[in-house]
């Protein structure tokens, strides 16, 4: 279960709703009493984990120990994530002894950071950062420590020294591509909505996966599969409502009904029935969206943000003009060029791989393979 428990950030992001987006939803801090009747009941109903953060910074909320003790006095696991700006409240959560506890960022220096993180300070991170270590040696406390770095095509120089910097302190580091958020926004792009804003744009000049046309038809193409998001997971805005999933930013318009007042069983009906929701879920499933909001880093799309983040690097070191719509594709065979029978002809394994019914054709196998291995015969203009 994941909870907003305050309707705000200190931070606008231009990758996340709290930066890109206009907020409708409901903006005040949620009640520890109303907090302590949803963790019972997310108890009884055999939920194992809360955390208290989707869209928005937890470390807001005044009350943030005392959220995260009612979580661990039920025996469930606790986390929180947070760009780590604000010291306030930082302590009181510390304390408390979340499971978990991830520090968001996207840069080691300031002019790179401010980027991503927009209204932070790098700095002032690192101090914090610094200041939640000694609060972990001091009182030995078993509370783990992630530093989640968010890639970007031109902060990925700095990397390198931010993981240094993390295993000084002792903190796990990890990472993956900043993809655009959220799901209404991703749509707008794909479906060349007018609201698409200017900084919107110099945003997807900067992600290793933008939702361009390239990156949609892959993702169209991937094995039908039920979306993980809307199923399997349970979302909660600051007010105690259930959201259809946690892609979505527009949470008044989006959500499915008072958690404390129905089951699991009465929201997820009406995740699937309300017709609002059917129709944006319709829509995300079929650009094949669920699969971007859900596992970015994995698979294929991984393999696509390689390609363009080595083209993105040559072309910088060569000081070649960058086109962030072309990137990656050089030697790519497009739908239209692809040469289904010169590609079967000469990879005899994905031949024997249709026969098998693995895949449904040779363009299906290369777009999701084949292109990232150099598999020759797309095209016969491509060919050696």
């Avoid at 005040?28 to 907090?35: A, N």
């Avoid at 031109?154 to 295993?167: K, P, T, V, Y």
């Avoid at 699991?264 to 079929?286: F, M, S, Y």
């Avoid at 024997?352 to 797309?378: D, K, T």
């Amino acid at each position: 279960m994941y909870i907003d428990i305050v309707g705000a950030c200190n931070l606008s992001c231009p990758s996340c709703p709290m930066g890109n987006s206009e907020n409708h939803n409901f903006k005040k801090s949620m009640q520890l009493e109303m907090f302590r009747d949803i963790v019972h009941k997310a108890k009884r109903e055999g939920i194992t984990s809360i955390h208290l953060y989707n869209w928005t910074e937890p470390l807001i909320h005044p009350r943030i120990g005392e959220f995260i003790q009612v979580i661990n006095e039920a025996g469930m696991h606790s986390g929180i994530s947070s760009n780590l700006n604000l010291v306030k409240n930082m302590e009181k959560a510390l304390m408390a002894e979340p499971s978990f506890f991830r520090v968001s960022l996207s840069g080691f220096y300031q002019d790179t950071y401010k980027l991503g993180h927009v209204g932070g300070d790098i700095e002032v991170v690192k101090q914090n950062m610094i200041r939640l270590r000694d609060l972990k040696l001091h009182h030995n406390l078993d509370t783990a420590v992630d530093v989640y770095y968010h890639r970007y095509l031109d902060n990925l120089e700095e990397e390198r020294l931010m993981r240094e910097f993390c295993e000084q302190l002792g903190f796990r580091f990890s990472t993956g591509c900043s993809v655009m958020m959220p799901l209404e926004k991703a749509l707008a792009i794909i479906e060349r909505d007018p609201s698409v804003t200017p900084t919107d744009l110099e945003t997807l000049e900067r992600l290793a996966l933008p939702p361009f046309d390239d990156l949609v038809n892959m993702l169209q193409h991937y094995p039908k599969h039920e979306c993980s998001l809307k199923d399997n997971m349970l979302v909660l805005d600051s007010n105690g409502n259930a959201i259809l999933c946690c892609s979505i930013f527009n949470q008044s318009e989006y959500h499915v009904g008072r958690y404390l007042d129905l089951s699991i069983e009465e929201l997820t009906r009406a995740k699937n029935t309300q017709p609002h929701c059917v129709d944006l879920c319709n829509r995300c499933v079929k650009k094949g969206m669920h699969s971007y909001a859900s596992s970015p880093n994995l698979g294929p799309m991984e393999n696509h943000a390689v390609k363009r983040i080595m083209d993105y690097q040559r072309r910088s070191i060569l000081g070649l003009p960058i086109d962030s719509k072309k990137l990656g594709l050089d030697g790519v065979a497009g739908p239209e060029e692809f040469d289904e029978q010169l590609y079967l002809a000469v990879n005899h394994d994905v031949r024997q791989a249709i026969a098998n019914g693995s895949f449904p054709s040779g363009y299906h196998h290369y777009l999701l393979f084949g292109r990232f291995e150099n598999r020759a015969g797309a095209s016969a203009a491509l060919m050696p």
